[in-house]
Structures are given as structure tokens and as C-alpha cells.
């Protein structure tokens, strides 16, 4: 999907590829090295072809796609991870690996949302619309909160292949500066 996006704008590809299509070996993974920039020029293309309005989700509406409204401690419920549920690291050091390091997209069937949505702990990290505030909800509107009107760092949710279960949590958060390429954040 991201190719088709490279190819009918020209949009600069991750840097890995092998011009604008992504390595063979990637065909069925999640698109890494990516910036908020990217995911946000992604998203308005999209928006294009299909007609109607296309964005990152909001951090809260990601959180509830992966949390549910019982508040489980992870997408599947509140069993710890295992190799069944999500990629992640078992060793604090993983190191990257290339392709092997990820999992395919939808593969992780007992690691399912909720909601249906396959890998939103572990693989990798997935931009949100919101700007990081580490205080944000400690003031923000009970329901719907939008995230802070700006910031230097943008969130990033659900942790990738190079965490460790402790991450995994569906409430746990980071941030990431916007214009970041890292192999471990996607949309």
C-alpha cells in the first residue's frame, strides 16, 4: 500500500528500499522508517483515493482500539505476552537483524485488539496524531481528549520487536521527534 503511494507521488521511499518498491522479503510487513512527516503525507494521499478523510488516529482512540472499554492491560486482555500474542524481545538487547526482526502483518492471531486490529503491541511502534506531553492527561478532557495543541516530540504507541514485555502494555507511551526514520516506527 505504502509502494502504491510512493509510485503515484513520487514521495521519497524509506531509505532500505530498493528504489520504490520495498525488499522482496518485506512485501508483508509493516512499513518502517518512516517519519510523522511521511505517515501524515501517507494519510492525505489516501485521503485522495478514497474520498473521504484519512489520519493517524489520536492517541486516546488508539489506546481504545487496543485497550478496549474493560481498560485490559493489553490489546489481547491481561495474560502476559507470549510468542504466540506479539514480536517482541525476550533478551533487553535485541539487536537489528533486517527483515527477520519483524513479523508479518495480521500474524499474530491470539494477539488480536478488541477491536480485530492484529500487532499494535510489539513489531513496531505506530505514530498518533498527538504532540508528547508527559503531563498531557493529568489535565485533559475525560473523554476525547485530542492531544497538546503543539510540541517538539510526537507519540508513538504499542512498542516494536526490540522491547521487552514490560513495554508491551496498551497504556504504556514514548515519543519520537516527527522527522525520525527509525526501522522501528510505522504507520
Request: proline share 9%; with cysteine; aromatic share 14%.
Amino acid at each position: 500500500q505504502y509502494a502504491k503511494f510512493v509510485v503515484a507521488t513520487g514521495y521519497e521511499p524509506p531509505l532500505h528500499w530498493r528504489g520504490k518498491t520495498p525488499p522482496r522479503e518485506l512485501n508483508n510487513h509493516p512499513v518502517v522508517a518512516v517519519s510523522w512527516y511521511d505517515a501524515c503525507a501517507y494519510c492525505a494521499w489516501l485521503s485522495t483515493v478514497r474520498g473521504e478523510a484519512v489520519r493517524l488516529p489520536t492517541e486516546a482512540e488508539w489506546e481504545k482500539a487496543a485497550r478496549g472499554t474493560d481498560g485490559r492491560t493489553y490489546p489481547w486482555g491481561n495474560e502476559p505476552p507470549s510468542g504466540n500474542r506479539a514480536n517482541y524481545s525476550f533478551d533487553p538487547i535485541a539487536m537489528w537483524e533486517g527483515p527477520s526482526s519483524l513479523a508479518k502483518k495480521d500474524q499474530y492471531e491470539f494477539g488480536r485488539s478488541p477491536y480485530g486490529a492484529f500487532e499494535m503491541a510489539g513489531n513496531v511502534w505506530e505514530w498518533v496524531q498527538d504532540w508528547y506531553d508527559e503531563n498531557y492527561y493529568k489535565s485533559s478532557p475525560a473523554k476525547n481528549p485530542t492531544g497538546p495543541a503543539t510540541g517538539e516530540a510526537h507519540v508513538i504507541r504499542g512498542a516494536s520487536w526490540r522491547n521487552t514485555a514490560d513495554i508491551l502494555r496498551a497504556a504504556n507511551r514514548n515519543k519520537q521527534a516527527p522527522s525520525q526514520h527509525l526501522r522501528r516506527v510505522y504507520i
